[in-house]
């Protein structure tokens, strides 16, 4: 499942990201990169200890944990702590690749298996050329160029790169999550089923306490206790 979650951030957080990552210590992406994606791989990335990454990233995930779309999408289990990554002049795309499966945490704090790639755009579209997110999915090819603040999330699994950038400068974050629900095709299947129970819920003729959305809603919570990995 490819999904477009619109404002995880609100105008003001993007602008204060931006803040702090206009005078960031940005260095070779590479460092990052596994042998084979390490040979793809030309952009810039933020050191995962530095005081600007941990700034921004605090203003991501606080902005994740009050979207109830992205919960109801990725029913996340573990998200690895946001990177964030600038495309531009000499240092402008990333070839095709393929995430690791599984993405180590530093300080020994554990692992995560990257069911879920997330790219949260911290740039608008009019500011560069080119940057387009290129995901292979079973529709064939799909691009992803988003507003600022916006996240698009996609299985793990996908090849995928970044179009070279031909003007200005593409700054965007990058994390992957590990869910309670390995399968994409249950995942997907109980993001729909939420989203048409949240439809009856509010509509006039059935609401909360109509016998059949009660129904439905058990259904769904038993098959998350089928499925479920916590």
């Given at each position: 499942?490819?999904?477009?979650?619109?404002?995880?951030?609100?105008p003001?957080?993007?602008?204060?990201?931006?803040?702090?990552?206009?005078?960031?210590?940005?260095?070779?992406?590479?460092?990052?990169?596994?042998s084979?994606?390490?040979?793809?791989?030309?952009?810039?990335?933020?050191?995962e200890?530095?005081?600007?990454?941990?700034?921004?990233?605090?203003?991501?995930?606080?902005?994740?944990?009050?979207?109830?779309?992205?919960?109801?999408?990725?029913?996340?289990?573990?998200?690895?702590?946001?990177?964030?990554?600038?495309?531009?002049?000499?240092?402008?795309?990333?070839?095709?690749?393929?995430d690791?499966?599984?993405?180590?945490?530093?300080?020994?704090?554990?692992?995560?298996?990257?069911?879920?790639?997330?790219?949260?755009?911290?740039?608008?579209?009019?500011?560069?050329?080119?940057?387009?997110?290129?995901?292979?999915?079973?529709?064939?090819?799909?691009?992803?160029?988003?507003?600022?603040?916006?996240?698009?999330?996609?299985?793990?699994t996908?090849?995928?790169?970044?179009?070279?950038?031909?003007?200005?400068?593409?700054?965007?974050?990058?994390?992957?999550?590990?869910?309670?629900v390995?399968?994409?095709?249950?995942?997907?299947?109980?993001?729909?089923?939420?989203?048409?129970?949240?439809?009856?819920?509010?509509?006039?003729?059935?609401?909360?306490t109509?016998?059949?959305?009660?129904?439905?809603?058990?259904?769904?919570?038993?098959?998350?206790?089928?499925?479920?990995?916590?």
């Amino acid at each position: 499942m490819l999904l477009h979650v619109r404002q995880v951030l609100t105008p003001d957080e993007v602008r204060q990201a931006r803040e702090i990552l206009s005078d960031a210590p940005w260095g070779d992406g590479r460092i990052t990169a596994g042998s084979q994606s390490a040979q793809a791989k030309n952009n810039e990335q933020l050191p995962e200890a530095c005081e600007a990454t941990r700034a921004v990233q605090q203003l991501l995930l606080r902005g994740l944990e009050r979207h109830p779309l992205f919960f109801s999408a990725a029913l996340p289990k573990q998200i690895s702590p946001p990177l964030f990554n600038r495309y531009g002049g000499s240092a402008n795309s990333f070839g095709n690749h393929v995430d690791s499966a599984v993405r180590y945490l530093g300080n020994g704090a554990g692992r995560v298996r990257t069911d879920i790639s997330c790219t949260l755009f911290l740039s608008n579209p009019a500011e560069y050329d080119g940057g387009e997110l290129m995901v292979e999915d079973t529709f064939g090819e799909q691009r992803v160029k988003l507003p600022a603040g916006d996240l698009v999330l996609y299985p793990g699994t996908s090849v995928h790169r970044v179009e070279p950038v031909t003007r200005g400068h593409r700054v965007a974050s990058y994390f992957w999550i590990q869910s309670m629900v390995r399968s994409d095709e249950q995942r997907r299947l109980l993001f729909d089923m939420d989203n048409h129970l949240r439809r009856l819920r509010s509509s006039a003729h059935l609401g909360e306490t109509d016998p059949s959305v009660i129904g439905l809603t058990s259904t769904y919570h038993n098959l998350l206790r089928l499925w479920l990995d916590v």
